[in-house]
């Protein structure tokens, strides 16, 4: 069971049940499920937003709202519990911001493009540099043609904010592929970012 493994947030039967509820387009499941899970979207947005301009137009509340949108609206998802959930949010939550940036780089004709603070070690917490949001983005689907998993694990890790566990829980490898894959691909993504 996910709640067991270490470092997984405990999922409540409630949150699982509801989950399984909105997968089968069950009314009202995605009225029940916002309270729960809305601390952790909110918590995921807050992440995301930390690397953002400070005079940026969305706020953490309205991207958990937008985000949630989208994610209820995913018919196609058998969702696998709280975890899952929070990996396809920090998914979504990056569409959303990346989609904000490129149509305000397209308002301004590329000038002031949105920057986004970015480390060395690919971590949302350590001192850092900052490169274009699009610019990543985009170096981030070009890592997910070469390989698809070590884009996966990027975005559960930077974005989406889980643990080495949770995102090897996630995608059901173990903890050290998922180690040896995050390694690799923040290597790879700093080399393609490093002439911005």
């Given at each position: 069971?996910?709640?067991?493994?270490p470092g997984v947030r405990r999922v409540s039967d409630d949150t699982i049940l509801l989950l399984a509820a909105l997968s089968r387009g069950e009314s009202g499941a995605a009225e029940k499920l916002l309270p729960l899970v809305?601390?952790?979207?909110?918590?995921?947005?807050?992440?995301?937003?930390?690397?953002?301009?400070?005079?940026?137009?969305?706020?953490?509340?309205?991207?958990?709202?937008?985000?949630?949108?989208?994610?209820?609206?995913?018919?196609?998802?058998?969702?696998?519990?709280?975890?899952?959930?929070?990996?396809?949010?920090?998914?979504?939550?990056?569409?959303?911001?990346?989609?904000?940036?490129?149509?305000?780089?397209?308002?301004?004709?590329?000038?002031?493009?949105?920057?986004?603070?970015?480390?060395?070690?690919?971590?949302?917490?350590?001192?850092?540099?900052?490169?274009?949001?699009?610019?990543?983005?985009?170096?981030?689907?070009?890592?997910?043609?070469?390989?698809?998993?070590?884009?996966?694990?990027?975005?559960?890790?930077?974005?989406?904010?889980?643990?080495?566990?949770?995102?090897?829980?996630?995608?059901?490898?173990?903890?050290?592929?998922?180690?040896?894959?995050?390694?690799?691909?923040?290597?790879?993504?700093?080399?393609?970012?490093?002439?911005?």
């Open positions: 069971m996910l709640s067991a493994l809305y601390s952790e979207l909110k918590g995921i947005a807050g992440r995301q937003m930390q690397r953002e301009r400070a005079d940026h137009t969305l706020q953490p509340t309205a991207l958990v709202h937008e985000a949630y949108l989208k994610l209820i609206d995913q018919s196609r998802v058998q969702w696998q519990g709280r975890t899952h959930f929070c990996a396809i949010a920090a998914n979504i939550m990056r569409r959303i911001l990346v989609d904000h940036a490129r149509g305000r780089n397209a308002a301004k004709r590329g000038a002031g493009a949105q920057k986004i603070a970015i480390d060395e070690n690919l971590t949302p917490d350590a001192p850092s540099r900052e490169v274009d949001l699009v610019a990543l983005d985009d170096a981030l689907e070009r890592l997910a043609e070469l390989n698809p998993r070590h884009a996966r694990i990027v975005e559960l890790r930077y974005f989406g904010g889980l643990t080495v566990e949770e995102t090897a829980a996630t995608l059901e490898i173990s903890a050290s592929t998922v180690k040896n894959d995050w390694r690799a691909a923040k290597a790879w993504l700093l080399t393609q970012l490093e002439d911005l």
